[in-house]
C-alpha cells in the first residue's frame, strides 16, 4: 500500500515531504522510544509515535521506514519539519490515538 493511500484513508495531514507519499508501506511499528524503534521496526514500516523533535528523523532514516505518523494532535515543531523536509521523511499527523491510527492499518494492510 503507497503511504498516499494510507493518508487518504486515514485523513492524515501531510507536514512534510510530501513526495514521499509515494513510498510504499509494508507494516507498522508504535512506539515512542527511539532505541526501540531502531533496534526493532522493519525498513517500510510506518512508525507511530508521540514523539516530534528532531531525533526522529535520523531513526526514520537510518531504518529506510516510510513515513512517521504523529499522534494524539501533537505538533511538530518548524525546525523538525524543515530538517524533515530537507532529508526526505515524510511526517503526517493525526488527532486520533496511537491505539486507534495502528488499528485502521492493521485492517488495511492485513
Do not use: P
Not at 527511539?34 to 509515535?49: E, F, H, P, R
Not at 531513526?59 to 511538530?76: D, F, P, T
Amino acid at each position: 500500500m503507497k503511504l498516499a493511500d494510507l493518508a487518504e484513508e486515514l485523513s492524515l495531514k501531510v507536514l512534510t515531504y510530501n513526495e514521499g507519499t509515494s513510498r510504499e508501506v509494508s507494516g507498522c511499528y508504535i512506539s515512542d522510544m527511539l532505541s526501540d524503534v531502531m533496534a526493532n521496526s522493519k525498513k517500510g514500516d510506518i512508525w507511530i509515535t508521540i514523539q516530534a523533535h528532531t531525533n526522529i528523523l535520523a531513526v526514520a532514516n537510518l531504518k529506510n521506514l516510510s513515513g512517521i505518523i504523529v499522534v494524539n494532535g501533537r505538533e511538530v515543531d518548524d525546525e523538525t519539519l524543515k530538517r524533515a523536509g530537507a532529508e526526505k521523511v515524510t511526517i503526517l499527523s493525526s488527532s486520533l490515538s496511537a491505539f486507534e491510527v495502528a488499528g485502521k492499518i492493521y485492517k488495511m494492510i492485513m
